[in-house]
């Protein structure tokens, strides 16, 4: 039986190896994801013919209902709460690790790690972190869910000292682990528990609401590695691994936003900016005034135009337009426009998140384009049609060293011959910033909800 359950084990991660590797790509991430599934019931079936499990019982039920939670929320959930959703989910993996954690301190001969008085010291140095990167990821998620969700300010909530005080704690964090480590004391062991919590809350809550999706994927990498704490604690190696490949995946992933804002993981811990950006505007900007145009404006210049590129952004995922978007871009081609697609890395709340949107209006993978592969073709586009960006087009973030994302790659927009502008208003982005691109020449804005514009544009196309 350990011969069998070991090579189910290593099967199992082979198939969560390569469920990553399809989910990297739309064109694979169905087969991503059936491998994906099926990696986890040959783990769930080989973990409960362990020698070590008792009774199928409440195991089985545990599956059925969490399961039966999971697949109602699959069916419900929009495309714009992944995000938040994913916060929800980490702070439940957290929580399991403190759980089991806890079970193990108190019950060790149940683990095989030892008596109570009379744990391994391995053991108990793996339950002390696992317990305490358990109980920063449940309260850390739960500040960043409620963030996303909009029931907590997006805004940075900073006071004078924190960083300080965070390094204080995180110090005293690690004497009482090392403190545990050494005395098995129980006490000490609720201290580390009720210090992490606090930890959570307090390194979370001061990161604003355009930092959030980084550290979405930041806690998804805590989790991963809570899940491996866990594993070692079980003594089970599929946990371990699939621990490691979620913590090392979602630490891949932080790096990968960060560069794609051109900031430093640890800039955005220690200076998280934006959240709550203005719902309107006046259209002033100094002496200047936006051009605000129609639908029949737009459809007459996209209708004249030999190249046009669409640059969606998180208002299309809200206003769920990615289908009104392909009707008129199909409109376009049969009037002989060539059109392509742009994708900023941080468009939306998370890397891929409008990739998987055209994916499910059947956009053409090949055109679709990330920016270091189209920003040089703005410069000969007739019209660029911007929906639901903001950000990341903002020019300031090349020519304002004051700005908060100075430094952050942009889409190159205000170099095509007009830029149409689809948003709700003339407000501030989710950074908090204003876009200077609004008041540009080129650009004409058209305020209204992306899928509203769009489908009066499609109109305005037919007739």
């Given at each position: 039986m350990p011969m069998i359950s070991g090579f189910a084990h290593l099967a199992a991660s082979v198939l969560f190896i390569l469920a990553l590797r399809g989910l990297s790509h739309p064109e694979t991430a169905q087969r991503g994801l059936t491998y994906g599934v099926v990696g986890m019931i040959l783990a769930v079936v080989t973990t409960l013919y362990l020698p070590t499990v008792g009774s199928w019982g409440l195991t089985i039920v545990g599956v059925l209902v969490g399961g039966a939670i999971g697949a109602y929320i699959a069916r419900k959930i929009e495309m714009t709460a992944l995000p938040q959703l994913m916060a929800a989910f980490h702070s439940l993996v957290g929580l399991a690790a403190v759980l089991v954690a806890s079970a193990a301190f108190s019950n060790p001969e149940a683990y095989g790690i030892g008596t109570s008085g009379d744990i391994a010291i391995v053991s108990l140095v793996e339950m002390a972190l696992g317990v305490a990167i358990g109980a920063v990821t449940f309260t850390g998620s739960l500040i960043a869910w409620g963030k996303l969700q909009g029931t907590l300010s997006g805004k940075p909530f900073t006071f004078e000292g924190q960083h300080a005080l965070n390094a204080a704690l995180g110090f005293v964090l690690v004497t009482l682990i090392v403190m545990f480590c050494n005395s098995e004391s129980g006490f000490l062991f609720f201290l580390i528990i009720m210090l992490a919590l606090l930890m959570g809350v307090l390194m979370i809550i001061p990161i604003g609401g355009a930092d959030m999706p980084v550290i979405v994927s930041m806690l998804n990498s805590y989790s991963g590695w809570a899940a491996a704490g866990i594993g070692f604690t079980l003594h089970?190696?599929?946990?371990?691994?699939?621990?490691?490949?979620?913590?090392?995946?979602?630490?891949?992933?932080?790096?990968?936003?960060?560069?794609?804002?051109?900031?430093?993981?640890?800039?955005?811990?220690?200076?998280?900016?934006?959240?709550?950006?203005?719902?309107?505007?006046?259209?002033?900007?100094?002496?200047?005034?936006?051009?605000?145009?129609?639908?029949?404006?737009?459809?007459?210049?996209?209708?004249?135009?030999?190249?046009?590129?669409?640059?969606?952004?998180?208002?299309?995922?809200?206003?769920?337009?990615?289908?009104?978007?392909?009707?008129?871009?199909?409109?376009?081609?049969?009037?002989?426009?060539?059109?392509?697609?742009?994708?900023?890395?941080?468009?939306?709340?998370?890397?891929?998140?409008?990739?998987?949107?055209?994916?499910?209006?059947?956009?053409?993978?090949?055109?679709?384009?990330?920016?270091?592969?189209?920003?040089?073709?703005?410069?000969?586009?007739?019209?660029?049609?911007?929906?639901?960006?903001?950000?990341?087009?903002?020019?300031?973030?090349?020519?304002?060293?004051?700005?908060?994302?100075?430094?952050?790659?942009?889409?190159?927009?205000?170099?095509?011959?007009?830029?149409?502008?689809?948003?709700?208003?003339?407000?501030?982005?989710?950074?908090?910033?204003?876009?200077?691109?609004?008041?540009?020449?080129?650009?004409?804005?058209?305020?209204?909800?992306?899928?509203?514009?769009?489908?009066n544009i499609v109109k305005a196309l037919e007739d």
């Open positions: 089970n190696n599929l946990l371990i691994v699939t621990g490691a490949l979620v913590g090392a995946s979602g630490a891949i992933l932080s790096y990968i936003m960060c560069k794609g804002m051109n900031r430093s993981f640890l800039n955005v811990v220690l200076g998280g900016f934006g959240g709550d950006a203005a719902s309107g505007g006046s259209g002033d900007h100094g002496d200047r005034q936006a051009k605000i145009g129609s639908a029949e404006d737009a459809a007459f210049i996209m209708k004249s135009a030999g190249k046009v590129i669409i640059v969606p952004g998180y208002g299309m995922a809200v206003a769920q337009a990615q289908h009104v978007l392909r009707e008129m871009v199909d409109a376009l081609k049969e009037e002989g426009v060539e059109v392509k697609y742009a994708i900023h890395p941080v468009a939306g709340r998370m890397p891929g998140h409008m990739n998987v949107l055209l994916a499910e209006a059947n956009v053409p993978y090949d055109e679709v384009f990330e920016l270091e592969d189209i920003n040089r073709d703005f410069a000969q586009a007739d019209v660029v049609y911007v929906i639901g960006a903001n950000d990341i087009t903002n020019p300031s973030a090349k020519s304002d060293s004051s700005s908060p994302i100075y430094g952050m790659p942009v889409l190159d927009v205000e170099k095509a011959k007009t830029v149409l502008f689809v948003k709700r208003s003339l407000g501030s982005g989710y950074a908090g910033i204003d876009n200077p691109l609004f008041y540009a020449d080129n650009t004409l804005m058209l305020l209204d909800d992306a899928k509203k514009m769009t489908e």
